[in-house]
């Protein structure tokens, strides 16, 4: 059994959730996103697929873990196909084994996401850096070939 994020209270809802406990409105959260009014409107209704990294911007903005988005520890109900109310205490090991499973790769899906912009911005600083060297060693070049003249 594979566990997604609809398994568990609606992402939109705890979204919206984050959202009204802070007064904040979704034209507000819209702009610390970046994204239009009616994009984060759709969001927020669950009209629309929402990436790793939309979530990990959001629980930066919201200031929660990332697992507040797969696991609510309030309430500690999900909802599953077919059985819309069920405890989470009533999940088998098995299943807990798996969502930690799912949660784990995801946490390692975002580090190795965020690894690889550091890397991609340092490349270009390096890049940078290099262009920086080459031009004050052709200035060296030049000053040295005037002195030497």
Known sequence: MKFTLL??????????ELRKKRDWSQEIVANKLNISLNSYGAL???ETDIKLSRIDE??????????????NDAEKTCRRKGDM????DDITVEDYHLLEIEKYKLERDLEIKTLAET???QKAVLFEKKHQIDFLENALKKVLSLINQ
């Open 85 to 88: 109310n069920r405890r989470l």
């Open 119 to 121: 890397i991609e911005r």
């Open 7 to 16: 398994d568990f209270m609606e992402l939109s809802e705890k979204i919206k």
């Open 44 to 46: 927020e209704r669950g």
């Open 58 to 71: 959001l629980a930066k903005i919201f200031e929660v873990d990332i697992s507040f988005f797969f696991i």
